[in-house]
């Protein structure tokens, strides 16, 4: 069964930081693209951050770039995010993405909030 499950999003204030990691199961993890988006209420779900097989290629959304690091493990099958100087327009739900069949996680909360 193809799975991705997210962990690590939670409550941070205004300039705080904050790691995502997504664990995948079910295929073969190294041979494939990976992805972060975000949905904030009320808006579409926006991209984040992508990176390619063996970590090449990272790519980032315009709000993010500069601020959020994508990386991967092969030998842990996980995705990470690590984010920084996070402000409030940053609080969605955080979603890992597998590009190859569009599947996703169930999602990580992340509030920016003093």
């Known amino acids: 069964q193809v799975q991705l499950v997210e962990s690590g999003g939670g409550l941070v204030q205004p300039g705080g930081s904050l790691r995502l990691s997504c664990v995948a199961s079910?295929?073969?993890?190294?041979?494939?693209?990976m992805a972060w988006y975000r949905q904030s209420q009320g808006k579409e779900r926006e991209f984040v951050a992508g990176?390619?097989?063996?970590?090449?290629?990272?790519t980032y959304g315009n709000s993010v770039s500069g601020r959020f690091t994508i990386s991967r493990d092969d030998a842990k099958n996980t995705v990470d995010l690590q984010m920084t100087s996070l402000n409030p327009d940053d609080t969605a739900v955080y979603y890992c993405?597998?590009?190859?069949?569009?599947?996703w996680g169930q999602g990580t909360q992340v509030i920016v909030s003093s």
């Open positions: 993405n597998f590009p190859h069949l569009s599947l």
């Open positions: 079910g295929f073969s993890f190294s041979w494939y693209r």
């Open positions: 990176i390619d097989i063996g970590g090449g290629s990272p």
